[in-house]
């Protein structure tokens, strides 16, 4: 089960990095509202 995650997580940050290698990127300030909103939502 664990193994199976780390497969999942490491599929993952490669797609991030070919997004990335593209010039597909999120303006960091739109990043940290995202993780404040998600913050909100999940603590209330």
Do not use: C, H
Request: net charge negative.
């Amino acid at each position: 089960m664990v193994e199976a995650r780390l497969d999942e997580l490491r599929g993952e940050i490669a797609e991030g990095l070919e997004q990335a290698r593209r010039g597909e990127l999120i303006p960091g300030d739109e990043v940290f509202a995202r993780i404040r909103q998600n913050s909100r939502e999940r603590n209330g």
